[in-house]
Nanobody, 118 residues
Framework: QVHVVESGGGLVQAGGSLRLSCATS????????WGWYRQAPGKGLEWVSA????????SYADSVKGRFTISRENAKNTLYLQMNSLKPEDTAVYYC???????????WGKGTLVTVSS
């Protein structure tokens, strides 16, 4: 059974930073691409970032490019998202999931809430 657990969310002032973590088990983490997604209050799910299996190729939504950094530690089956220069519009529940490209995503957890105050 696959388990995905996001953590690291919280309340931060605009301009601040947070580092999200995503611990996985029950799946061969290292051979898959993984991504971060978010859902703001009252809005749909938005793709944020993705990283390939080796960690050498990353991609970002325009809304977070230059502020967020995705990374992974395959030895620990863990995905990270470093978020800097946070804005109130970054407020959302953040999820990590296996990234399937145009096929979407699967295997995600319950998410972690990030709240950015102005």
């Amino acid at each position: 059974q696959v388990h995905v657990v996001e953590s690291g969310g919280g309340l931060v002032q605009a301009g601040g930073s947070l580092r999200l973590s995503c611990a996985t088990s029950g799946i061969t983490f290292s051979i898959n691409a993984w991504g971060w997604y978010r859902q703001a209050p009252g809005k749909g799910l938005e793709w944020v970032s993705a990283v390939n299996s080796g960690g050498g190729s990353t991609s970002y939504a325009d809304s977070v490019k230059g502020r967020f950094t995705i990374s992974r530690e395959n030895a620990k089956n863990t995905l990270y998202l470093q978020m800097n220069s946070l804005k109130p519009e970054d407020t959302a529940v953040y999820y990590c999931a296996r990234y399937l490209g145009r096929d979407g995503m699967d295997y995600w957890g319950k998410g972690t809430l990030v709240t950015v105050s102005s």
